[in-house]
Nanobody, 115 residues
Framework: QVQLVESGGGLAQAGESLRLSCASS????????MAWYRQAPGRQRELVAS???????HYVDSVEGRFTISRDGAKNTVDLQMNSLEVEDTAVYYC?????????WGQGTQVTVSS
């Protein structure tokens, strides 16, 4: 059973930075892509950033230029560097691993940004 464990969430003020990390129990190259999603209260879960096996990255427009997704194959981790945080970034952030056969999710980590 694949396990994804997120860490690094917490409180920040607008304009500050946080770094989230996702540790996978299996090689991240087992999957087609790794991604970060978020879900704010009363809203649907949305894709924030993804990185595929080829290293191609994708970002939702609202975080483009502020967030950076990266990976470390040796450590089997995928990180999300979040700069210039905004109050609207407040949400539970989830790490996900996508393969042809299944999707795997972490338990989520809370990010709260105050003004």
């Amino acid at each position: 059973q694949v396990q994804l464990v997120e860490s690094g969430g917490g409180l920040a003020q607008a304009g500050e930075s946080l770094r989230l990390s996702c540790a996978s129990s299996e090689s991240i190259f087992t999957f087609n892509a790794m991604a970060w999603y978020r879900q704010a209260p009363g809203r649907q879960r949305e894709l924030v950033a993804s990185i595929n096996n080829g290293g191609y990255t994708h970002y939702v427009d609202s975080v483009e230029g502020r967030f950076t997704i990266s990976r470390d194959g040796a450590k089997n981790t995928v990180d999300l560097q979040m700069n210039s945080l905004e109050v609207e970034d407040t949400a539970v952030y989830y790490c996900a691993a996508h393969s042809h056969m299944s999707d795997y999710w972490g338990q989520g980590t809370q990010v709260t940004v105050s003004s």
